[in-house]
């Protein structure tokens, strides 16, 4: 699925949504909170100008690999429980509520830290 001309998009908008397998959203800049949260189909992500990811954007999802080129700031267990997640590029300058960006596995352990 793509989502043109689309910068802002509500806090929980895609909550549990298990038929999203893909996502391109060019234009957007922020995730917000719970976002994706429970998206588990939801696999391959495009998000070029995303500046800010909000809490458990993405908890439970699929998703293994990730770009973050825009990116300056992720929050709390924004990516907790992808337990595909294996690979994250082009993360620059970032900052966190909790002060590191963790990722955590479906037991609550740390699976990598950055």
């Keep these: 699925m793509t989502l043109t001309y689309c910068k802002k998009i509500g806090e929980s908008a895609f909550k549990n949504c298990r038929s999203i397998v893909s996502l391109a959203i060019p234009d ?6 719970f976002c994706f949260e429970g998206c588990s ?9 995303v500046k800010s990811i909000g809490r458990r ?21 924004a990516f907790a429980n ?16 909790s002060g590191r ?12 830290e950055i």
């Design 28 to 33: 957007l800049e922020i995730v917000p909170d």
């Design 41 to 49: 189909s939801l696999s391959a992500l495009a998000m070029t100008e």
């Design 57 to 77: 954007a993405f908890y439970n999802t699929n998703i293994n690999t990730i770009s973050l080129i825009s990116v300056t700031e992720i929050n709390a267990e």
């Design 82 to 97: 992808c337990n595909e997640l294996k690979y994250v590029y082009n993360l620059k300058q970032y900052s966190s509520s």
């Design 101 to 112: 960006w963790m990722l955590y596995d479906s037991n609550g352990n740390v699976q990598n």
